[in-house]
């Protein structure tokens, strides 16, 4: 079995593409479903954000190569990855929609977007652990964002109308 620390930031990245693309359809899904414009807005704000995410961490991702974890089945990189995102609270996109469809009000929301956040930042911090020291600013970026997230959430919630 391949140990966890094959991987590099590259596979981090593909793992944050696919986080940022299940965050912007919760948000979009969270913004069309919204009692209140405040939470509306925020939420297209968030989506547009998660968007602009996903766009840094293609670059991100370009930037650090082309990486090859050695394998001991063929597909077994692939698995890996699917199996780091299907246990996190959001692991896709589908998720994401039935997610919100299933929320009664907008707090209960904004609770959840806290908590993918918070998810994000937790996934984040054990990924760094992994990759090679030098890759480690690449993932210190990401976290940044990510808290930025969290505090204009929580900023959002405490001051909503």
């Known amino acids: ?15 944050a593409i696919a986080t940022e693309r299940s965050g912007r359809a919760f948000y979009e899904a969270v913004a069309a479903a919204a009692k209140s414009d405040s939470v509306r807005k925020m939420m297209h704000y968030l989506a547009s954000a998660e968007q602009n995410h996903e766009e840094t961490f293609r670059k991100l991702r370009a930037g650090v190569g082309a990486y090859s974890a050695p394998e001991t089945y063929a597909g077994e990189e692939q ?3 699917s199996a780091l995102l299907q246990s ?10 039935r997610v919100v469809a299933e929320m009664t009000d907008d707090l209960q929301a904004l609770d959840f977007a806290l908590g993918f956040e918070k998810d994000t930042i937790l996934f984040l911090y054990e990924m760094r652990e992994i990759v090679p020291p030098a890759e480690q600013p690449q993932i210190d970026k990401l976290l940044q964002q990510e808290k930025a997230h969290v505090r204009l959430l929580q900023e959002f919630k405490t001051n909503r109308d």
């Open 79 to 81: 698995d890996y990855i």
């Open 1 to 15: 079995m391949t140990s966890i620390a094959n991987f590099s930031a590259a596979e981090v990245y593909e793992m």
């Open 88 to 97: 996190r609270v959001m692991p896709d996109e589908e998720t994401a929609r």
